[in-house]
C-alpha cells in the first residue's frame, strides 16, 4: 500500500541549541497502536520526534480520513536520567497526569500542543443497609485529593451530602431506597500511568488532519529549560581586601551578559559563616586558616547545553582565573537567598581553588 506523510509530533527543549530534545521516547499507547493498524496509518519514532504515514487506497485517499474524527494517544518516556535537572518542571507536577493536546488550540502549522491533565473516575458499588438522609459508607477506592461531595456521581440513590477529612468516608441520601438496594458512586481518580511516563499526548484529528498534504502537520510538545541561580566557592589563601573579587561574563561585544555577579552576592564566608549553606560550612572545615568566598548570581541562569565559555574570576581589573568551567546541573545547594519567610533556593555550584601554594 502506497503510504504519504501525514503528520509529525515532535520535543523540544531550549537546552539544546538547535532544540532537539532526545531525553525522551515518544511511544503510542496499546490502544493507539491497535487503531492505527486498522487505519493503515504507520509510526516511525526518531531520537527527537515521531513520523506517522497515512495509507492511500487506490484513489490516492487516505484510508484513515474515512474514521474522522480520532483520537491517537502516546506517552513520552524517559530514556535517561538528566532530564529532571534541565528542565523546569513546575508546569507538569502542577497536573495531575499531564497530557499535552491540540484540543483547544487555534490551528497552526507547527502548533504547539496545551498541557492540561487527563481525568480518571473510579466506580463502587454500594448497598444501603439503613436508609437514611446521610448513610455512612466506607470506600474501597482513594478519590483525589481535594474531592468535594459536589464532585461525586450517585445513581440509584440521592447525593452525596458529605465527604470525611481523609476521603475514605462518604454520607449518602438513601432515605428514596430500600435496604438492601445496590447503588453506584463514581468519584475522581489519579489516572494510571506507565512508570517511566514524563507524560501524554493526546491528538484530536479531524478530516483535515488526517489527509496527507504538501505540508504535514507538525506538533510539537515544548519543554522549558530549569533555572538556578549559580554559586562559585572562592578558596583562597589571599588576606588582602576582595571587595573587587569578581565573577565576568567576558564575552565579546555589548551585548547583554548571560550571568552577572553583583557585589551583594559576594560573602566571605570565614568571617560570615552562613549556618544554612552546607558546601560552605564543609568547605571551611576542611580548608582550616583559608579564606572561602561565595559569588552568587544577580539572577537565575536557564540550563543549557553550551556552555559560558567567557567567565573569568577577576580582583579588579586583574584576571585571576579564565575559562571557569559551568556549574554542572548534578551539583546543588540550598541556599537562603531571601529573609524569611521566603524558602530556600535550589542553587548550582562549583568550587575554585586559588592557592598561592
Request: a neutral charge; charged letters at 20%; aromatic letters at 6%.
Amino acid at each position: 500500500m502506497r503510504a504519504a506523510p501525514l503528520l509529525d509530533l515532535r520535543v523540544t527543549h531550549p537546552f539544546y541549541a538547535d532544540l532537539r530534545c532526545g531525553d525522551l521516547v515518544i511511544a503510542p499507547t496499546v490502544a493507539t497502536e491497535a487503531l492505527m493498524r486498522r487505519l493503515a496509518v504507520t509510526c516511525k519514532t526518531f531520537p527527537d520526534h515521531a513520523s506517522l504515514y497515512a495509507g492511500l487506497d487506490g484513489a490516492g485517499t487516505a484510508v484513515a480520513s474515512a474514521a474522522a474524527p480520532i483520537a491517537l494517544e502516546f506517552e513520552l518516556r524517559l530514556r535517561g536520567s538528566g532530564f529532571a535537572l534541565i528542565t523546569d518542571l513546575a508546569a507538569l507536577d502542577a497536573q495531575v497526569a499531564p497530557v499535552f493536546t491540540n484540543q483547544g488550540v487555534a490551528a497552526a502549522n507547527p502548533l504547539n500542543l496545551r498541557l492540561t491533565t487527563r481525568t480518571a473516575r473510579g466506580t463502587e458499588t454500594l448497598t444501603a443497609s439503613a436508609p437514611s438522609a446521610s448513610e455512612t459508607f466506607v470506600l474501597a477506592g482513594k478519590p483525589l485529593p481535594g474531592t468535594a461531595p459536589a464532585d461525586f456521581t450517585v445513581v440509584g440513590a440521592g447525593k452525596v451530602a458529605a465527604v470525611s477529612a481523609d476521603l475514605r468516608r462518604v454520607s449518602v441520601d438513601t432515605s428514596g431506597v430500600a435496604a438492601g438496594t445496590p447503588f453506584q458512586l463514581s468519584y475522581p481518580v489519579r489516572p494510571e500511568r506507565s512508570r517511566g511516563t514524563v507524560a501524554e499526548v493526546s491528538l484530536a484529528l479531524d478530516k483535515g488532519l488526517l489527509s496527507p498534504a504538501a505540508s504535514p502537520q507538525a506538533f510539537v510538545v515544548p519543554f522549558a529549560s530549569a533555572a538556578a541561580r549559580w554559586a562559585y566557592y572562592v578558596v583562597m589563601d589571599f588576606a588582602g581586601d576582595i571587595s573587587t573579587l569578581r565573577i565576568v561574563d567576558a564575552t565579546p561585544g555589548n551585548g547583554p551578559r548571560a550571568v552577572t555577579f553583583g557585589d551583594a552576592g559576594r560573602v566571605d564566608l570565614a568571617q560570615a559563616p552562613d549556618p544554612s549553606d552546607a558546601v560552605g560550612l564543609d568547605l571551611l572545615r576542611r580548608n582550616p586558616g583559608r579564606r572561602v568566598v561565595r559569588l552568587l548570581s544577580d539572577a537565575a541562569v536557564p540550563a543549557r547545553e553550551v556552555p559560558l565559555r567567557q567567565l573569568e574570576l577577576r580582583l579588579a581589573d586583574t584576571r585571576l582565573l579564565a575559562a571557569l568551567a559551568n556549574p554542572r546541573p548534578d551539583r546543588l545547594v540550598s541556599l537562603r537567598t531571601a529573609p524569611l519567610p521566603a524558602p530556600a533556593a535550589t542553587v548550582l555550584y562549583d568550587v575554585l581553588m586559588l592557592l598561592a601554594n
